[in-house]
């Protein structure tokens, strides 16, 4: 039995960098979102990205597991894809006469779940119990995932032909949701200078190496017992949440899950920085990041063309920050 004897909070920020440096060898740019899903892993929450096609949502959640040294799993999402093409079936076995479970690519350690969004809600419904419980349901046997198990789902904002929006049940189980955007003009230049300069793809995962093991990421987990989160910061997230709620700008506001991962990721980010306390700053940082894609936004403040975080900046812009 291991113990985190040994590893600091030095340690876990170290830690930090080195995957953000290893990951950044296949990746220009983007290093916000980069950084969202460190934070994410090492919490275990789940993140859903969105961007347009072309932005390396896939070769980053690819590079992440490389460098974390997990094991990576891919599922296709298309319109015509059942439950049982995720989660997997008891299929009858001929020469034994009985039946046989036969897992489906869900049983994996960091599952990206490519364009979820065109895949119909019955199948999208077979991440639920997953998500929620780290588990999944085969014919009424419940099967375990891994104690790594993370979700990192892709979908892309601007095509709708053949799509099917998430539940409100079903994006309140992603602790994140990360927008994914184009390179600035120097980021773009670098990619370009990559691909002339190197034969072959000029992202290949093969140059990546894992910096940390299993045993590692536990050690670092068990630390997230250290930061503490003073009363004056549980306030200012309460008072956050329930500001949501009462906006009138807001049909649906945040709910209880909404604090607890807002919790959790500032502390995350207080821990990967090498801090034992969350500062308001750390909520600021991951608020957009937990609780826009919880908000439903009133039908006129839409046709108006404001988005979630805009009207977040507006209502967070009324709560009193502690000192």
């Keep these: ?137 085969i014919d009424g046997v419940r099967q375990p995932l891994s104690d790594c198990f993370v979700v990192f789902a892709t979908q ?37 200078e990559r691909a002339a300069q190197q034969q072959g793809s000029a992202f290949s995962l093969g140059q990546l190496r894992a910096v940390l093991d299993r045993e590692q990421l536990t050690a670092a987990r068990e630390l997230l017992a250290r930061v503490a989160v003073s009363a004056e910061v549980r306030a200012y997230i309460r008072d956050l949440l329930r500001a949501t709620r009462s906006s009138g700008l807001i049909m649906l506001g945040a709910g209880p899950r909404a604090g607890v991962h807002l919790v959790t990721a500032a502390r995350w980010a207080a821990l990967l920085e090498g801090r034992t306390f969350v500062t308001p700053d750390d909520v600021r940082r991951m608020r957009n990041a937990v609780l826009c894609h919880r908000l439903q936004l009133a039908p006129e403040v839409e046709l108006d063309g404001h988005t979630p975080a805009d009207v977040m900046e507006r209502v967070a812009s009324t709560v009193a920050v502690p000192r």
């Excluded at 979102?33 to 929450?45: K, M, R, S, V, W």
């Excluded at 990206?112 to 639920?128: F, G, V």
């Excluded at 099917?164 to 309140?172: F, H, I, K």
């Excluded at 955007?181 to 990619?191: Q, T, V």
């Design 1 to 137: 039995m291991h113990t985190n004897e040994g590893f600091d909070l030095d340690w876990v920020a170290r830690l930090k960098r080195d995957v953000m440096s290893e990951v950044t060898k296949v990746l220009v740019g983007n290093e916000a979102a980069i950084e969202a899903l460190i934070i994410a892993l090492f919490a275990q929450g789940h993140v859903l990205l969105e961007g347009v096609p072309g932005t390396a949502k896939t070769l980053m959640v690819r590079a992440l597991a490389t460098v974390v040294g997990l094991e990576f799993g891919r599922i296709q999402f298309t319109p015509d894809l059942m439950p049982t093409d995720v989660i997997g079936s008891h299929v009858f076995d001929l020469r034994s006469s009985t039946f046989r479970l036969t897992k489906g690519p869900i049983f994996t350690e960091v599952l990206l779940a490519d364009e979820i969004n065109r895949a119909p809600a019955k199948t999208q419904s077979a991440l639920l119990e997953a998500m929620q419980e780290r588990q999944v349901s």
């Design 156 to 192: 892309n904002p601007v095509e709708h032909e053949g799509t099917y929006p998430l539940p409100e049940a079903q994006l309140d189980r992603f602790m994140l949701k990360v927008q994914v955007g184009y390179p600035s003009a120097e980021e773009e230049d670098a990619i370009l």
